[in-house]
């Protein structure tokens, strides 16, 4: 069974930093590419960025509202993906999930997300 | 940025009831379009793939057509379990775009 979990979610001051980690299982991680996705509260959804699979360099795409912000990183080993989140604003604030990205395709399987409340 | 204009907003309907919903696209996208289910404080789920191909492990009464511009997702039968919001997604050029989401209310 593909289950994806994140985590690290929190309460962070703007301008500063948080990571977070996407833990996947039931399925071969290094052969799929990633995507992040936020929901801010009661809104709908965004597309924050992917990450392809080793075989394609793991080559990152982004959002133009976090590019050269957010950083996205995996651990094959680890079968984890990563969201450094840097300089972060008030409106980053949002529900954060991952997502198994197949080939060719939108995200499949998403994670059950993690809050990120930018805040002072 | 591929624009993507989902309609309608929010939508009223009864247990039983045939439902269509529309997603255009700006530009042609070809058949890179899914389509998903999101229930409040839930993951998005993912029923329709391709445009028009069936996710595995759901239900026969949702379906998705269309290519290039025009795409649509039905349900042929409401039941009770499908009051939600449904999102469009499109993957073919990035940024990937969702629609703006459309919920699904008990009449």
């Known amino acids: 069974e593909v289950q994806l979990v994140e985590s690290g979610g929190g309460l962070v001051q703007p301008g500063r930093s948080l990571r977070l980690s996407c833990t996947a299982s039931?399925?071969?991680?290094?052969?799929?590419?990633m995507s992040w996705f936020r929901q801010a509260p009661g809104k709908g959804l965004e597309w924050v960025g992917f990450i392809r699979s080793k075989a394609y360099d793991e080559t990152t795409e982004y959002a133009a509202s976090v590019k050269g912000r957010f950083t996205i990183s995996r651990d094959d080993s680890k079968s984890i993906a990563y969201l450094q989140m840097n300089s972060l604003k008030t409106e980053d604030t949002a529900v954060y999930y991952c997502s198994r990205v197949p080939f060719g395709s939108g995200g499949d399987y998403w994670g059950q997300g993690t809050l990120v409340t930018v805040s002072s | 940025d591929i624009q993507m204009t989902q309609s309608p907003s929010s939508l009223s309907a009864s247990v039983g009831d045939r439902v269509t919903i529309t997603c255009r696209a700006s530009q042609g996208i070809r058949n890179d379009l899914g389509w998903y289910q999101q229930k409040p404080g839930k993951a998005p789920k993912r029923l329709i793939y391709?445009?028009?191909s069936l996710q595995s492990g759901v239900p026969s009464r949702f379906s998705g057509s269309g290519s290039g511009t025009e795409f649509t997702l039905t349900i042929s039968s409401l039941q009770p379990e499908d009051f939600a919001t449904y999102y469009c997604l499109q993957h073919s050029s990035y940024p990937y775009t969702f629609g703006q989401g459309t919920k699904l209310e008990i009449k």
């Open positions: 391709a445009a028009s």
């Open positions: 039931g399925f071969t991680f290094g052969d799929y590419a």
